[in-house]
T-cell receptor, first 112, second 116 residues
Framework: DAKTTQPTSMDCAEGRAANLPCNHS???????VYWYRQIHSQGPQYIIH???NNETNEMASLIITEDRKSSTLILPHATLRDTAVYYC?????????????FGTGTRLQVTL | DAGVIQSPRHEVTEMGQEVTLRCKPI?????LFWYRQTMMRGLELLIY????????DSGMPEDRFSAKMPNASFSTLKIQPSEPRDSAVYFC??????????????FGPGTRLTVL
C-alpha cells in the first residue's frame, strides 16, 4: 500500500472549515484514499473514501487532486466533537477486505 | 445493532499471567480484525480472519500471542505469558466483504491492558 504523509497537528476554530491535507505521491491506479478518525479513548471511525472523484457524505468532503498524489479532507463546520486524530490511508480495494495500515495521523484540535 | 463488543474493557494483570481478550463482531460481518495501539508504535494490525479462518497473522508479535475464531460471533486474543511490554489498548474490528463493498471497518471500544 502507498505511504501517506500528514501534518502532525492542526488547529481549527469551531464553526470554521477544517481542511486536512494528505500526500500520497506513490499511489497506484487501483488504490483508494480512505479517511478514519479516532476520538480520544475510542476506536477509529470510518469517515469517507474515494478513488479519483470528489466525494461528500454527511460527515465530510474528500477532494482528490487530478494526479491523485494528494487529497484534502474537509469538515465544513468543525465542532468541538470533531477534535480527534485523523488518519489518511491508501489501499487497494478489490472487493475483499485488506489491511488498513494506520500512520501517525493529524491531531486536529477544534477550539472555541 | 450494538456494534462490535469487546470484553473486558480494562484488564490489569501481573507479568507471567495468561490474558484473554474477547470480541463479538457485528452480526453478519465476515471479517474480523485485531489491532494493538501503543504510544510508541501507534495502531498496528495483529491478525485478521475471513469466515472464521485466519488470513494474515504476520502482525502477531511472537508465539506468546494467539488468536482464535471458533464461530462467526466470537473471537479471542490470548497472551501467554504476558509481559509488561504487552501493555496497550487492543481493538477488535469487523467488516462486511464482498465485491460491491469497500469494507468499512467498525471498531469496538477497545480493551486497555496493563501488565505489571
Amino acid at each position: 500500500d502507498a505511504k501517506t504523509t500528514q501534518p502532525t497537528s492542526m488547529d481549527c476554530a469551531e464553526g470554521r472549515a477544517a481542511n486536512l491535507p494528505c500526500n500520497h505521491s506513490t499511489i497506484s491506479g487501483n488504490e483508494y484514499v480512505y479517511w478514519y478518525r479516532q476520538i480520544h479513548s475510542q476506536g477509529p471511525q470510518y469517515i469517507i473514501h474515494g478513488l479519483k472523484n470528489n466525494e461528500t457524505n454527511e460527515m465530510a468532503s474528500l477532494i482528490i487532486t487530478e494526479d491523485r498524489k494528494s487529497s484534502t479532507l474537509i469538515l465544513p463546520h468543525a465542532t468541538l466533537r470533531d477534535t480527534a486524530v485523523y488518519y489518511c490511508i491508501v489501499r487497494a480495494s478489490t472487493g475483499t477486505a485488506s489491511k488498513l495500515t494506520f500512520g501517525t495521523g493529524t491531531r486536529l484540535q477544534v477550539t472555541l | 445493532d450494538a456494534g462490535v463488543i469487546q470484553s473486558p474493557r480494562h484488564e490489569v494483570t501481573e507479568m507471567g499471567q495468561e490474558v484473554t481478550l474477547r470480541c463479538k463482531p457485528i452480526s453478519g460481518h465476515d471479517y474480523l480484525f485485531w489491532y494493538r495501539q501503543t504510544m510508541m508504535r501507534g495502531l498496528e494490525l495483529l491478525i485478521y480472519f475471513n469466515n472464521n479462518v485466519p488470513i494474515d497473522d504476520s502482525g502477531m508479535p511472537e508465539d506468546r500471542f494467539s488468536a482464535k475464531m471458533p464461530n462467526a460471533s466470537f473471537s479471542t486474543l490470548k497472551i501467554q505469558p504476558s509481559e509488561p511490554r504487552d501493555s496497550a489498548v487492543y481493538f477488535c474490528a469487523s467488516s462486511l466483504g464482498g465485491r460491491a463493498r469497500h469494507n468499512e471497518q467498525f471498531f469496538g471500544p477497545g480493551t486497555r491492558l496493563t501488565v505489571l
